[in-house]
């Protein structure tokens, strides 16, 4: 399985994604790893058939993914990566997925959270995912539509004193 | 580069205009027309004349209307007669407005007769129904 790219977006499929990011980054398969929304039909469903229209979707959770990545059967998937936090993401780096890059782009504040940008706020546990993926060398980048300026993650919670 | 032109009864035309960028971010090389209470077709064909003016046309002109038929649509057909390099695509919506300024920002030149059958079939692509009863038979796709 190839990967086309890897983003961070709560909402996961929706107007941005299947009108320009998937464009953006061409793709033959978009995979949402999710433990919590694949065990949830309703949502799981509701996101599904928003799939743009000729690309296949799936919802899968964290464990499924890192199977797929690794099963030959899969080999001619050149997949869109989805992830609703950088902690499902962490868990794929850590049994060996190669993302060299990951997009933060979309997680909703609720209370509790910092805002560090229109479209993200973290918690602790998302900026310790964060630290964890930065000392594994992953690339980070803040960055909400395709033609936004690409900011870097450590450098923002840096600036914020959130390291 | 693809010149971009939206014209359409009222304020649609901005409105759109905003709200493609909400999801596509800052846009370029784009003019809206409107057709307010008090203008005419010939109002609207002189508009457009000022808008190409103003635009980089070097990859011709796509006008974008809201109502087949209608004025801006008619003004935008007597202008569309004169080059064909400008083509017209009715019944604009944000799938098709977004699919044209992702062609507009690709590298090289879209020939604008792909440029006007891709933002017809966005537009048309972009509809759907939903009602719970259809929707509960449809089938996930399991890895």
Redesign the interface.
């Known amino acids: 399985m190839k990967i086309s790219y890897v983003r961070i977006d709560d909402r996961l499929i929706h ?2 994604v299947a ?2 990011w998937v ?1 953006t980054y061409s793709c033959n398969r978009i995979m949402c790893c999710s433990d919590e929304v694949a065990q949830d039909e309703l949502r ?2 509701l996101v ?2 928003v799939a743009p ?1 000729g690309l ?1 979707a ?1 919802i ?1 959770p964290v464990q ?1 993914a890192i199977e ?1 990545f690794n099963n030959p059967k ?1 080999d001619s998937f050149n997949t869109f990566f989805l992830f609703t936090n950088p902690t499902d993401v962490l868990r794929m780096v850590e049994a060996g997925i190669p993302f060299d890059t990951v997009n933060l782009g979309g997680m909703r504040y609720v209370e509790g959270k910092t805002q560090i940008s229109q479209a993200v706020s973290v918690n602790d546990q998302d900026v310790e995912s964060l630290k964890k993926l930065h000392e594994k060398g992953v690339k980070l980048e803040l960055r909400q ?4 300026p690409k900011v870097d993650v450590m450098e923002k919670l840096q600036s914020m004193n959130l390291l | 580069m693809l010149a971009i032109i939206i014209g359409t009864h009222g304020y649609f035309a901005e409105e759109l205009l905003k709200t493609a960028e909400m ?4 846009t370029s090389n784009v003019k809206t027309i409107h057709l307010i209470p008090g203008k005419g077709v010939e109002d609207l064909v002189k508009e457009y004349d000022a808008a190409i003016e103003e635009l980089d046309t070097s990859n011709g002109v796509i006008f974008l209307n809201d109502l087949f038929g209608g004025s801006p649509y008619n003004a935008a057909c007597r202008v569309a007669m004169r080059s064909d390099d400008y083509a017209i695509t009715a019944g604009v919506n944000l ?1 098709m407005l ?2 044209v300024l ?1 062609m507009q920002s690709m590298e090289g030149a879209v020939p604008i007769l792909e440029v006007m059958e891709r933002a017809l079939a966005a537009g048309q ?1 972009g509809q759907s129904n ?1 009602h719970r009863t259809l ?2 038979k ?1 089938a ?4």
Not at chain 1, 145 to 148: A, R
Request: a neutral charge; glycine letters at 6%; proline letters at 8%.
């Open positions: 107007g941005q009108t320009v464009k799981k469903q599904l058939q229209p296949k799936y899968v499924k797929a899969y539509l395709v033609k936004d | 999801i596509f971010g800052p799938p977004i699919e992702s692509t939903f929707f509960e449809m996930t796709e399991e890895l």
